[in-house]
Protein backbone atom coordinates (compact mmCIF):
# COMPACT_ATOMS: atom_id res chain seq x y z
CA UNK A 1 0.00 0.00 0.00
CA UNK A 2 1.27 3.45 -1.20
CA UNK A 3 0.76 6.16 1.41
CA UNK A 4 1.52 9.89 0.09
CA UNK A 5 1.65 12.84 3.03
CA UNK A 6 1.25 16.31 1.36
CA UNK A 7 3.27 18.63 3.77
CA UNK A 8 6.80 17.99 4.56
CA UNK A 9 7.07 20.19 8.18
CA UNK A 10 7.13 18.66 11.59
CA UNK A 11 4.00 16.85 11.35
CA UNK A 12 3.96 15.82 7.89
CA UNK A 13 7.34 14.26 8.58
CA UNK A 14 6.19 12.67 11.43
CA UNK A 15 3.12 11.03 10.13
CA UNK A 16 5.56 9.59 7.14
CA UNK A 17 7.54 7.99 9.87
CA UNK A 18 4.84 6.31 11.03
CA UNK A 19 3.63 5.12 7.58
CA UNK A 20 6.89 3.93 6.43
CA UNK A 21 8.22 1.89 10.02
CA UNK A 22 4.79 -0.26 9.61
CA UNK A 23 5.96 -1.41 6.22
CA UNK A 24 4.31 1.33 3.78
CA UNK A 25 5.93 2.99 0.64
CA UNK A 26 5.49 6.20 1.75
CA UNK A 27 5.89 9.79 -0.66
CA UNK A 28 6.04 12.97 1.00
CA UNK A 29 5.87 15.73 -0.99
CA UNK A 30 6.20 19.61 -0.54
CA UNK A 31 6.56 22.66 -3.01
CA UNK A 32 9.03 23.88 -0.90
CA UNK A 33 12.58 21.76 -1.83
CA UNK A 34 14.37 23.69 1.39
CA UNK A 35 11.50 21.81 3.92
CA UNK A 36 12.06 18.55 2.28
CA UNK A 37 15.61 18.77 2.39
CA UNK A 38 15.49 19.75 6.25
CA UNK A 39 12.91 17.03 6.43
CA UNK A 40 15.15 14.43 5.03
CA UNK A 41 17.74 15.28 7.40
CA UNK A 42 15.75 15.77 10.55
CA UNK A 43 14.43 12.52 10.01
CA UNK A 44 18.01 11.26 9.83
CA UNK A 45 18.91 12.69 12.95
CA UNK A 46 15.73 11.28 14.79
CA UNK A 47 16.57 7.93 13.69
CA UNK A 48 20.13 7.88 14.55
CA UNK A 49 19.43 9.08 18.26
CA UNK A 50 16.56 6.11 18.18
CA UNK A 51 19.68 3.70 16.99
CA UNK A 52 22.12 5.04 19.48
CA UNK A 53 19.36 4.68 21.80
CA UNK A 54 18.41 0.90 21.23
CA UNK A 55 15.05 1.79 20.38
CA UNK A 56 15.32 0.83 16.84
CA UNK A 57 18.03 -1.42 15.11
CA UNK A 58 19.87 0.15 12.39
CA UNK A 59 18.49 -2.15 9.76
CA UNK A 60 15.18 -0.63 10.87
CA UNK A 61 15.89 2.96 11.00
CA UNK A 62 17.86 2.18 7.02
CA UNK A 63 14.41 0.28 5.82
CA UNK A 64 12.35 3.39 7.35
CA UNK A 65 14.54 5.87 5.11
CA UNK A 66 14.58 3.81 1.90
CA UNK A 67 10.13 3.45 1.87
CA UNK A 68 10.34 7.32 1.82
CA UNK A 69 10.51 9.11 -1.30
CA UNK A 70 10.88 13.02 -0.86
CA UNK A 71 9.75 15.01 -3.86
CA UNK A 72 8.16 18.20 -5.40
CA UNK A 73 6.51 16.26 -7.55
CA UNK A 74 3.03 16.52 -6.99
CA UNK A 75 2.20 14.40 -9.47
CA UNK A 76 4.05 11.54 -8.26
CA UNK A 77 0.76 11.51 -5.72
CA UNK A 78 -1.16 9.20 -8.25
CA UNK A 79 -1.40 5.86 -7.39
CA UNK A 80 -1.14 5.99 -3.34
CA UNK A 81 -4.88 4.06 -1.44
CA UNK A 82 -4.02 6.69 0.89
CA UNK A 83 -3.03 10.79 1.04
CA UNK A 84 -3.14 12.67 3.97
CA UNK A 85 -2.60 16.32 4.01
CA UNK A 86 -0.45 18.04 6.62
CA UNK A 87 -0.06 21.66 4.88
CA UNK A 88 -1.13 25.08 6.91
CA UNK A 89 -4.13 25.21 8.40
CA UNK A 90 -6.03 27.16 6.26
CA UNK A 91 -9.61 26.19 4.42
CA UNK A 92 -9.16 27.40 0.96
CA UNK A 93 -5.07 25.82 0.75
CA UNK A 94 -6.79 22.36 1.74
CA UNK A 95 -9.61 22.94 -0.46
CA UNK A 96 -7.27 23.31 -3.27
CA UNK A 97 -4.98 20.90 -2.46
CA UNK A 98 -8.00 18.27 -2.02
CA UNK A 99 -9.64 18.62 -5.62
CA UNK A 100 -5.63 18.38 -6.70
CA UNK A 101 -5.02 15.60 -5.23
CA UNK A 102 -8.81 13.91 -6.17
CA UNK A 103 -7.85 14.86 -10.12
CA UNK A 104 -4.83 12.72 -9.64
CA UNK A 105 -5.42 9.36 -7.46
CA UNK A 106 -8.52 6.78 -8.22
CA UNK A 107 -11.61 6.84 -7.16
CA UNK A 108 -11.28 4.16 -3.98
CA UNK A 109 -8.56 6.35 -2.56
CA UNK A 110 -8.36 7.42 0.60
CA UNK A 111 -7.85 11.44 1.11
CA UNK A 112 -7.96 12.18 4.60
CA UNK A 113 -6.93 16.24 6.25
CA UNK A 114 -4.67 16.53 9.48
CA UNK A 115 -6.29 19.63 10.91
CA UNK A 116 -6.57 20.01 14.21
CA UNK A 117 -9.36 22.07 14.31
CA UNK A 118 -11.09 23.00 10.80
CA UNK A 119 -14.24 21.45 9.61
CA UNK A 120 -14.16 18.33 7.88
CA UNK A 121 -16.95 19.06 6.02
CA UNK A 122 -15.68 22.36 4.73
CA UNK A 123 -12.75 21.08 3.32
CA UNK A 124 -13.86 17.60 1.96
CA UNK A 125 -17.00 19.20 0.42
CA UNK A 126 -15.00 20.15 -2.88
CA UNK A 127 -14.28 16.82 -3.51
CA UNK A 128 -16.62 14.74 -6.14
CA UNK A 129 -16.51 11.46 -4.23
CA UNK A 130 -16.64 13.22 -0.38
CA UNK A 131 -17.53 9.31 1.07
CA UNK A 132 -14.16 8.46 0.86
CA UNK A 133 -12.54 11.84 2.61
CA UNK A 134 -12.34 12.55 6.19
CA UNK A 135 -10.08 13.82 9.15
CA UNK A 136 -7.05 12.10 10.68
CA UNK A 137 -5.93 13.93 12.86
CA UNK A 138 -2.00 13.19 15.11
CA UNK A 139 -0.65 15.10 18.08
CA UNK A 140 2.73 16.32 17.90
CA UNK A 141 5.14 14.03 17.68
CA UNK A 142 2.99 12.15 16.33
CA UNK A 143 5.78 8.66 15.79
CA UNK A 144 5.45 9.27 19.97
CA UNK A 145 2.21 9.95 21.05
CA UNK A 146 -0.03 6.95 20.35
CA UNK A 147 -3.35 8.74 19.46
CA UNK A 148 -5.39 9.96 16.72
CA UNK A 149 -8.73 11.53 16.40
CA UNK A 150 -10.62 10.29 12.80
CA UNK A 151 -13.24 12.66 12.58
CA UNK A 152 -15.53 11.80 9.76
CA UNK A 153 -17.71 14.45 8.07
CA UNK A 154 -21.29 14.37 7.33
CA UNK A 155 -20.90 12.89 3.73
CA UNK A 156 -18.02 10.06 4.94
CA UNK A 157 -18.93 6.75 4.40
CA UNK A 158 -18.77 4.70 7.23
CA UNK A 159 -16.51 1.83 5.18
CA UNK A 160 -14.19 4.76 4.95
CA UNK A 161 -14.27 5.14 9.06
CA UNK A 162 -14.04 1.17 9.22
CA UNK A 163 -11.18 1.08 7.07
CA UNK A 164 -9.05 3.99 8.59
CA UNK A 165 -9.53 2.80 11.97
CA UNK A 166 -8.83 -0.35 11.53
CA UNK A 167 -5.39 0.99 9.49
CA UNK A 168 -4.68 3.77 12.15
CA UNK A 169 -4.64 0.23 14.97
CA UNK A 170 -2.45 -1.76 12.56
CA UNK A 171 0.20 1.22 12.41
CA UNK A 172 0.74 0.87 16.33
CA UNK A 173 -1.44 4.09 16.95
CA UNK A 174 -4.76 4.04 19.27
CA UNK A 175 -7.69 5.59 16.77
CA UNK A 176 -10.41 7.44 18.26
CA UNK A 177 -13.58 9.03 16.87
CA UNK A 178 -15.02 11.87 16.98
CA UNK A 179 -17.67 14.32 15.28
CA UNK A 180 -16.64 16.96 13.12
CA UNK A 181 -17.20 19.47 15.34
CA UNK A 182 -14.65 22.15 16.40
CA UNK A 183 -11.88 21.35 18.16
CA UNK A 184 -12.72 17.41 17.92
CA UNK A 185 -12.24 16.06 21.08
CA UNK A 186 -8.58 16.84 22.75
CA UNK A 187 -8.31 20.54 21.22
CA UNK A 188 -12.07 21.47 22.80
CA UNK A 189 -11.87 19.80 26.03
CA UNK A 190 -8.32 21.01 26.25
CA UNK A 191 -9.26 24.93 26.02
CA UNK A 192 -9.69 25.71 29.93
CA UNK A 193 -6.18 24.22 30.60
CA UNK A 194 -4.94 27.29 28.16
CA UNK A 195 -7.40 29.78 28.80
CA UNK A 196 -8.12 29.34 32.81
CA UNK A 197 -4.92 29.68 33.54
CA UNK A 198 -4.12 32.84 31.15
CA UNK A 199 -6.89 34.76 33.58
CA UNK A 200 -5.79 33.43 36.34
CA UNK A 201 -2.46 35.43 35.34
CA UNK A 202 -3.79 38.05 33.84
CA UNK A 203 -6.01 39.01 37.24
CA UNK A 204 -2.85 39.00 38.98
CA UNK A 205 -3.65 35.62 41.29
CA UNK A 206 -0.96 33.72 40.51
CA UNK A 207 2.76 33.98 38.56
CA UNK A 208 2.71 31.85 35.13
CA UNK A 209 5.42 29.83 36.68
CA UNK A 210 3.39 29.41 40.38
CA UNK A 211 0.46 28.27 37.87
CA UNK A 212 2.58 25.58 35.59
CA UNK A 213 4.00 24.69 39.34
CA UNK A 214 0.43 23.90 40.59
CA UNK A 215 -0.56 21.91 38.13
CA UNK A 216 2.59 19.60 37.52
CA UNK A 217 2.19 19.08 41.53
CA UNK A 218 -1.55 17.26 40.94
CA UNK A 219 0.51 15.12 38.33
CA UNK A 220 0.44 17.27 34.85
CA UNK A 221 3.84 16.58 32.78
CA UNK A 222 3.60 20.14 32.08
CA UNK A 223 2.25 23.23 33.19
CA UNK A 224 0.03 24.95 30.75
CA UNK A 225 2.67 28.39 30.10
CA UNK A 226 5.27 25.12 29.87
CA UNK A 227 3.06 23.53 26.95
CA UNK A 228 1.62 26.58 25.41
CA UNK A 229 5.28 27.65 24.95
CA UNK A 230 6.36 24.33 23.60
CA UNK A 231 3.39 24.55 21.05
CA UNK A 232 3.76 27.84 20.31
CA UNK A 233 2.12 30.45 21.24
CA UNK A 234 0.83 31.37 18.09
CA UNK A 235 -0.10 27.82 17.00
CA UNK A 236 -2.01 27.49 20.36
CA UNK A 237 -3.82 31.38 19.88
CA UNK A 238 -5.09 30.08 16.54
CA UNK A 239 -6.54 26.71 17.48
CA UNK A 240 -8.18 29.16 20.66
CA UNK A 241 -9.75 31.69 18.40
CA UNK A 242 -10.77 29.36 15.82
CA UNK A 243 -12.67 27.40 18.18
CA UNK A 244 -13.94 30.35 19.47
CA UNK A 245 -15.10 31.27 16.04
CA UNK A 246 -16.43 28.40 15.24
CA UNK A 247 -18.89 28.07 18.38
CA UNK A 248 -20.51 31.14 17.53
CA UNK A 249 -18.80 33.06 20.24
CA UNK A 250 -19.47 31.07 22.60
CA UNK A 251 -17.87 32.75 25.91
CA UNK A 252 -16.28 29.27 27.30
CA UNK A 253 -13.65 29.25 24.28
CA UNK A 254 -12.95 33.26 24.65
CA UNK A 255 -8.98 33.63 23.61
CA UNK A 256 -6.70 35.66 25.46
CA UNK A 257 -5.31 38.98 24.77
CA UNK A 258 -2.07 38.73 26.49
CA UNK A 259 -1.79 35.89 24.14
CA UNK A 260 -2.66 37.12 21.14
CA UNK A 261 -0.03 40.03 21.68
CA UNK A 262 2.30 37.34 22.15
CA UNK A 263 1.96 36.30 18.92
CA UNK A 264 1.68 39.72 17.77
CA UNK A 265 5.46 40.39 19.28
CA UNK A 266 6.71 37.08 18.01
CA UNK A 267 7.04 35.87 21.64
CA UNK A 268 5.99 31.98 20.32
CA UNK A 269 7.56 30.10 22.96
CA UNK A 270 10.34 27.38 22.19
CA UNK A 271 11.13 27.76 18.62
CA UNK A 272 11.32 31.81 18.67
CA UNK A 273 13.92 31.55 21.73
CA UNK A 274 11.38 33.27 24.41
CA UNK A 275 7.76 33.45 25.29
CA UNK A 276 6.36 32.78 28.84
CA UNK A 277 9.80 31.50 29.24
CA UNK A 278 12.72 32.96 28.29
CA UNK A 279 15.15 30.02 26.77
CA UNK A 280 18.01 31.31 25.54
CA UNK A 281 18.84 32.26 29.32
CA UNK A 282 18.28 28.68 30.48
CA UNK A 283 16.26 25.21 29.32
CA UNK A 284 14.58 25.01 32.82
CA UNK A 285 11.12 26.02 33.07
CA UNK A 286 9.63 25.32 36.62
CA UNK A 287 10.32 22.68 39.33
CA UNK A 288 6.90 20.88 41.64
CA UNK A 289 7.50 23.01 44.55
CA UNK A 290 4.20 25.01 45.20
CA UNK A 291 4.80 28.03 47.23
CA UNK A 292 1.08 30.02 46.37
CA UNK A 293 -1.35 30.44 49.27
CA UNK A 294 -3.93 30.17 46.37
CA UNK A 295 -2.55 26.77 44.78
CA UNK A 296 -6.38 24.44 45.89
CA UNK A 297 -8.00 26.93 44.98
CA UNK A 298 -6.20 27.64 41.78
CA UNK A 299 -6.37 23.85 40.63
CA UNK A 300 -9.58 23.35 41.23
CA UNK A 301 -10.94 26.12 39.34
CA UNK A 302 -8.92 24.56 36.18
CA UNK A 303 -9.67 21.42 36.55
CA UNK A 304 -13.35 21.83 37.03
CA UNK A 305 -13.49 24.53 34.12
CA UNK A 306 -11.63 21.22 32.20
CA UNK A 307 -14.14 18.62 33.78
CA UNK A 308 -17.10 21.20 32.40
CA UNK A 309 -15.56 20.69 28.65
CA UNK A 310 -15.53 16.71 28.73
CA UNK A 311 -19.05 16.66 30.36
CA UNK A 312 -20.34 19.04 27.23
CA UNK A 313 -18.48 16.95 25.25
CA UNK A 314 -20.39 13.57 26.71
CA UNK A 315 -23.54 15.22 26.11
CA UNK A 316 -23.23 16.93 22.70
CA UNK A 317 -22.43 13.24 22.03
CA UNK A 318 -18.94 14.17 20.93
CA UNK A 319 -17.27 11.21 21.61
CA UNK A 320 -18.49 8.14 23.84
CA UNK A 321 -16.90 8.46 27.24
CA UNK A 322 -14.36 5.44 26.82
CA UNK A 323 -12.98 7.31 23.79
CA UNK A 324 -12.67 11.15 25.53
CA UNK A 325 -10.72 9.13 28.32
CA UNK A 326 -8.57 7.86 26.14
CA UNK A 327 -7.95 11.05 24.16
CA UNK A 328 -7.27 13.07 27.12
CA UNK A 329 -4.54 10.60 28.99
CA UNK A 330 -2.95 9.48 25.39
CA UNK A 331 -3.07 13.05 23.43
CA UNK A 332 -2.32 15.38 25.76
CA UNK A 333 -0.87 13.07 28.60
CA UNK A 334 -3.14 14.46 31.28
CA UNK A 335 -1.99 11.99 34.23
CA UNK A 336 -6.08 10.53 34.79
CA UNK A 337 -9.47 11.03 32.28
CA UNK A 338 -11.49 14.08 33.55
CA UNK A 339 -14.30 12.16 33.95
CA UNK A 340 -12.72 9.62 36.51
CA UNK A 341 -11.36 13.00 37.85
CA UNK A 342 -15.09 14.15 38.18
CA UNK A 343 -15.63 11.31 40.03
CA UNK A 344 -13.00 11.22 42.79
CA UNK A 345 -13.41 15.03 43.59
CA UNK A 346 -17.37 14.52 43.83
CA UNK A 347 -19.53 16.35 40.98
CA UNK A 348 -20.95 18.05 43.91
CA UNK A 349 -17.95 19.70 44.62
CA UNK A 350 -17.45 20.61 40.81
CA UNK A 351 -20.72 21.73 40.49
CA UNK A 352 -20.49 24.21 43.61
CA UNK A 353 -16.74 25.65 42.02
CA UNK A 354 -18.20 26.24 38.24
CA UNK A 355 -21.37 27.79 40.58
CA UNK A 356 -19.60 29.81 42.62
CA UNK A 357 -17.26 30.95 39.28
CA UNK A 358 -20.23 32.11 37.87
CA UNK A 359 -21.75 33.90 40.35
CA UNK A 360 -18.35 36.31 40.83
CA UNK A 361 -17.59 36.82 37.45
CA UNK A 362 -21.23 36.76 36.06
CA UNK A 363 -20.18 35.68 32.84
CA UNK A 364 -21.40 32.36 30.97
CA UNK A 365 -17.92 31.04 30.85
CA UNK A 366 -18.80 29.43 33.94
CA UNK A 367 -21.89 27.83 33.53
CA UNK A 368 -22.05 24.26 34.44
CA UNK A 369 -23.40 21.53 31.75
CA UNK A 370 -27.00 20.16 32.65
CA UNK A 371 -24.73 16.91 33.45
CA UNK A 372 -23.31 18.28 36.24
CA UNK A 373 -25.76 20.00 37.92
CA UNK A 374 -27.98 16.45 36.76
CA UNK A 375 -24.88 14.24 38.25
CA UNK A 376 -24.27 16.54 41.09
CA UNK A 377 -28.32 16.29 42.55
CA UNK A 378 -28.33 12.79 42.12
CA UNK A 379 -24.89 11.97 43.27
CA UNK A 380 -23.97 9.46 40.03
CA UNK A 381 -21.22 9.11 38.87
CA UNK A 382 -19.46 9.44 34.77
CA UNK A 383 -17.51 6.08 35.27
CA UNK A 384 -20.28 3.94 37.23
Do not use: C
Amino acid sequence: MKVAIAGAGTMGAGIAQVAASAGHEVLLFDINEKVLKSSGHGLKSTLEKLVSKGKFTQSFAENIIKRITFTSDFNLIAGSSLVIEAVIEDVAIKRDLFKGIEALVADDTIIATNTSSLSIAEITSVLKKPGRALGIHFFNPAPVLPLVEIIPSLLTENATTDKVAKLIKDWGKTPVIAQDLPGFIVNRIARPYYGEALRIYEEGIADFSEIDQIMKSHGFKMGPFELMDLIGNDVNYTVSETVYREYYHDSRYKPSLLQKRMKQAGLLGRKSGRGFYDYYRSNETTTNTVSNDNSDQIFLRIISMLINEAAEAVRLNIASIDDIETAMTKGVNYPKGLLKWADELGLDNVFYELTRLQNYYGEERYRPSPLIREYSLTNRKFLD
